[in-house]
Antibody, heavy 116, light 107 residues
Framework: EVQLVESGGGLVQPGGSLRLSCAAS????????MHWVRQAPGKGLEYVSG????????YYANSVKGRFTISRDNSKNTLYLQMGSLRVEDMAVYYC?????????WGQGTLVTVSS | DIQMTQSPSSVSASVGDRVTITCRAS??????LAWFQQKPGKAPKLLIS???SLQSGVPSRFSGSGSGTDFTLTISSLQPEDFATYYC?????????FGQGTKVEIK
């Protein structure tokens, strides 16, 4: 069974940093591109970042470019999102998702709260 | 970035109704379009990929069509469990942008 479990969310002050993790199991992690998608309270889905299966290419939404870094460790079956210079508007539930051409599996999400 | 525009933003419908949601891309995306269903407090669920390919386990009352810039999600006979928010997403080019969502509400 495919499982994606996010962790690392919590309360952080504006300007602070946080690292999210997504532990994957039930499939060959190194065969799939992985992604982060977020959803602010009461709002729609926003694509944040993606990374190809071997980690060789990464992609970002303009809203996070230069502040967030996506990475993966295929030996640990884990996806990461390093978030810096956090803003109030980054507050959201962050989901990791698997997919080479569509986001077929999602985690349950982890909440990031940005507040002073 | 490719902009995705869904319409309507919300629709009120009754059980048994036919519901159609449209999604328009700002640039041609071939058939690289997915549809998701999301219920409150839950992660989105992939319904359709490649514009018209129904995912395993998804009821056949859901269907997708279109290519290029214009796409449609149709629910042929709305069931109680279908009341939710629906999103389209293009996967033609990064970043994989979403539409703003369509909330299907009970009439």
């Amino acid at each position: 069974e495919v499982q994606l479990v996010e962790s690392g969310g919590g309360l952080v002050q504006p300007g602070g940093s946080l690292r999210l993790s997504c532990a994957a199991s039930g499939f060959t992690f190194s065969n799939y591109a992985m992604h982060w998608v977020r959803q602010a309270p009461g709002k729609g889905l926003e694509y944040v970042s993606g990374i190809v299966s071997n980690g060789g290419s990464t992609y970002y939404a303009n809203s996070v470019k230069g502040r967030f870094t996506i990475s993966r460790d295929n030996s640990k079956n884990t996806l990461y999102l390093q978030m810096g210079s956090l803003r109030v508007e980054d507050m959201a539930v962050y989901y990791c998702a698997r997919g080479n051409t569509a986001l077929g599996y999602w985690g349950q999400g982890t909440l990031v709260t940005v507040s002073s | 970035d490719i902009q995705m525009t869904q319409s309507p933003s919300s629709v009120s419908a009754s059980v048994g109704d036919r519901v159609t949601i449209t999604c328009r891309a700002s640039l041609g995306i071939s058939s690289w379009l997915a549809w998701f269903q999301q219920k409150p407090g839950k992660a989105p669920k992939l319904l359709i990929s490649a514009a018209s390919s129904l995912q395993s386990g998804v009821p056949s009352r859901f269907s997708g069509s279109g290519s290029g810039t214009d796409f449609t999600l149709t629910i042929s006979s709305l069931q109680p469990e279908d009341f939710a928010t629906y999103y389209c997403q293009q996967t033609n080019s990064f970043p994989w942008t979403f539409g703003q969502g369509t909330k299907v509400e009970i009439k």
